[in-house]
């Protein structure tokens, strides 16, 4: 930290300053689960913020049939081979996880905590796991990475501009990220009706119509008001255009025109592990490996694009086959009990990543809500494993459910 800019200083200080406040004022109190995290952001963010991380795509269908379709596989527990304790670590590219569980990607989360995108880091660094910072962050590559430690992954499009894409994935090497991820499904931006029908755009604006909303919501705009110049921070012209002209200029940039030959090409210039992220067919899963990808992430952007995409964990058994274990699957969308990770892990995958989940936590109360959703999902994963007879994770397979 001692070269840190002024910039990463004040970044650093204000999101360090208001953790221990919440800390202070929200010591005592234990989230029971991901679902509760989930009803205080609802209650602490502005109806129309809540709403631009909670929806879905269209009519929703993929969003809430990610989650309901995880209920659909019951575990057939063998309770005897148990042991008094467990050990929920993995090996991922290099880094000794502490549990199977991963921050997902999630852009501008500034505008759930200040600087939320260090807030998030730290916490996964504080649990032992990693960090997948977006493109579209309200801090740069380089200060998010001087302020953790801990393994960080950096998340990329293929953009109109390859000239882009290729010098944001030189600055998260330059940086030291240990990994890129490729998003291939947002070729356009998917239609989020509840965005719409709120007037949502980034940033927010005020008006007639959402300002009761915001008004009732004065610890947001409290910690909004101190946080300057939230905008799209890694963006050349970040600091002199709008948020709203860089928000377009972003959009105009997305590429429908994306195919495989694009992967080859960051394969020249990306060294680091290569994970494609948005799989949800198994020939595209073959495809990516046999283009130099080093891992897989099932994805259907947490059903915020292609509404009637199948949900994650219905995808992931046929990708997990046709991979036959040559590169880590790992997989997100509607993760939200531990139970979800080792029903994930017994169908093959490797890791589940949390998308909307942190960004509650975070909403909630700063690094402190993220290191909570963190440790819910280790107690839930230790109590399953306990459960079902298990001692550690490489235990967990397809026996474990029914079939
Ligand atoms: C507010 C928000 C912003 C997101 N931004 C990105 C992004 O910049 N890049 C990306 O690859 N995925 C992005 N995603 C998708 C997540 O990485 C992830 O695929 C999804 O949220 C997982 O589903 P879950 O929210 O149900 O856990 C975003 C999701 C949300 C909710």
Redesign the pocket.
Known sequence: MSNASFEERRAVRAVTEDSTQCMRFKRDHRYVSVDEVRELAKRTLPRMVFD??DGGAETEGTMRR?EAAFGDLSFVPRPMGGALSRDLSIRLFGSSLSLPVMI?????AGLFWPHGEIAAARAAQAAGTAYVM???STVTIEDLSKATDGPKWF?NFIYKDRGLTRSFAERALKSGYDAMVV?ID?QVPGFRERDVKSDFVVPPRLSLKNAADVVTHPGWVFRMMRTPNVTFANYASAQEASVMALSAYMESNLNPDVGWDDLDEIRTYWPKPLIV?GVLHPLDAVEAISRGADGIIV?N??G?QLDGAISTIEALPAIVDAVGGRVPVLL????RRGADVVRALALGAKAC?????Q?WGLAASGEHGVRQVLEIYRSEIDRVLALCGLTKIEQVDRSCLKP
């Open positions: 631009f991380a990610n997902g990607p999630t852009g501008f977006s493109h579209a998340q998003t947002n992220k994805s952007h947490g915020r997100d969308g509607g993760v990543l949390i998308g909307r989940p960004l």
